[in-house]
């Protein structure tokens, strides 16, 4: 009897293997999928082009701005999917791809239109009779299948997602030794751009019906709901606390993004309002402070406290989750809007003129005068203390602490003016490292006054 043993490859030769034969039956059923739904979606995109596109142009049954409002760039999205499907079907997908790429800019036109392709198209069918009875005609076609046109339009901007699905499972399983990683990895990148765009835009169309629906609910006109960059978070009722024991009242509060707007219930029994609100108080959330005064324990509800620079508003519900909803959403609002305005100040102080050079030309001038005026267009400079007086302006905490303690800086204006630069860039410096919540808590830290004076001393 011989013995012959199977020849066994280096440790772990087996399992790579076996992945990359699941990477290929993967890589093998999205590429089948993706020719399946191209070829679907190029049929869909046909009847569009064909039954309603070019029979209208030719009918003239809707004047060319009205028909270019509806289906914008459809013809030329038709044209460049088929081109993308003969390459497909022919098992190029890198090539096919890297080519249809760059006439993602019909599709672009197409997702900006969409919303008011829809608006239009409504209008025409309502008030058009010979386009509405045209519309019915063609949909009723056996090639459509039942489908109408308000489900056909909307097809382009799902196949951008389907694509960007498609591309990314292929991208992760194709071996970046293939000559079609490359061009798959460059298109997954494009069209996920126009993805995103999809779903921004998305979301400023329903942002935009939320703050309509908002104003609609509003008594008259005095309170402006819609406003450039101002997003709808949230909605409810709370009970405000007065500030000197008077009736607890349930009060409705719509949060933005910007603003918190404190409104009453009109009066059931009103002929044309009874199911409106009346606007009382809008509160700016750009300087507001938000704490949890109760609801920090499993209790029943809890109180949330907002101090504004001309307010303080105490805000109860019964409800814990709820209340804990909000002050969440108070929080985030807040410190969104902190952060976009910390981000302002740095880049606006990284165009400030440096202190040194300043230095430099005080000291080349014969006479001690005041600093130049020109300054960062937006930014007020803090002007020098007046000549007369000898000694430099102390901080309120400062002028507490001992006298030995501070390091005293004689001389002209300009020593006078590096102090007071000097001061304002620190303040900048301890804002961006988190150092200090306001400006007031600078003077009360000993720490910033100790920074401030050394670092005076050593730009002198």
Not at 22 to 33: F, G, M, P, Q, S
Not at 339 to 353: A, I, K
Not at 429 to 436: E, P
Request: some cysteine.
């Amino acid at each position: 009897m011989s013995f012959s043993p199977t020849p066994v490859g280096p440790p772990g030769s087996r399992s790579v293997q076996e992945q990359r034969e699941k990477w290929e039956r993967k890589r093998t059923r999205t590429v089948r999928a993706l020719v399946q739904t191209e070829q679907k979606y190029c049929k869909q995109l046909q009847l569009v082009n064909t039954y309603f596109v070019e029979i209208l142009k030719a009918k003239g049954t809707l004047r060319q701005d009205i028909r270019e409002s509806i289906f914008s760039s459809i013809p030329s999205v038709y044209s460049v999917n088929q081109t993308l499907l003969v390459r497909l079907e022919n098992g190029d997908l890198g090539r096919g791809f890297d080519d249809f790429c760059p006439h993602l800019h019909h599709y672009v036109t197409y997702v900006d239109n969409i919303q008011n392709a829809s608006k239009v198209l409504a209008l025409q069918v309502k008030k058009n009779k010979a386009f509405r009875r045209f519309k019915k005609l063609q949909e009723s076609r056996p090639e459509f299948l039942n489908c109408k046109l308000e489900d056909l339009l909307p097809l382009p901007i799902q196949r951008i997602q389907q694509y960007n699905h498609f591309l990314r499972d292929l991208s992760e399983n194709t071996s970046p030794d293939y000559p079609e990683f490359q061009p798959l990895s460059r298109s997954v990148k494009l069209i996920s751009e126009v993805s995103q765009r999809i779903q921004d835009n998305a979301r400023s169309h329903d942002n935009h019906l939320q703050l309509r629906r908002v104003q609609r609910l509003l008594k008259g006109r005095k309170t402006k709901v819609e406003a450039p960059g101002r997003w709808y978070l949230r909605e409810g009722w709370l009970r405000t606390v007065p500030p000197k024991g008077a009736e607890v009242k349930p009060k409705m509060f719509f949060l933005f993004s910007d603003v918190l707007l404190q409104a009453k219930p009109c009066h059931p029994l009103h002929p044309t309002n009874g199911d409106k609100f009346a606007g009382q108080r809008v509160y700016p959330l750009k300087d507001c402070t938000v704490d949890k005064v109760f609801g920090h324990t499993q209790s029943q509800g809890g109180l949330l406290s907002l101090t504004f620079p001309k307010a303080k508003l105490l805000l109860m519900s019964s409800d814990q989750e709820d209340i804990n909803d909000w002050y969440y959403s108070l929080s985030s609002a807040v410190g969104q809007l902190k952060s976009r305005n910390t981000v302002v100040h740095q880049r606006d102080d990284l165009v400030r003129r440096p202190l040194r050079c300043f230095v430099e030309d005080q000291k080349n001038q014969t006479t001690p005068t005041t600093p130049p005026t020109t300054s960062t267009p937006g930014r007020k400079r803090m002007a020098p203390p007046p000549p007369q007086t000898p000694s430099r302006p102390t901080a309120p905490a400062e002028a507490e602490g001992s006298a030995s303690k501070r390091m005293k800086l004689t001389g002209g204006p300009a020593e006078r003016w590096v102090h007071i630069e000097c001061t304002v860039y620190m303040i900048m410096l301890s804002f961006r490292g988190g150092f200090v919540q306001n400006v007031q808590s600078i003077y009360d830290n000993a720490l910033i006054q100790r920074w401030v004076r050394t670092e005076c001393t050593v730009y002198i």
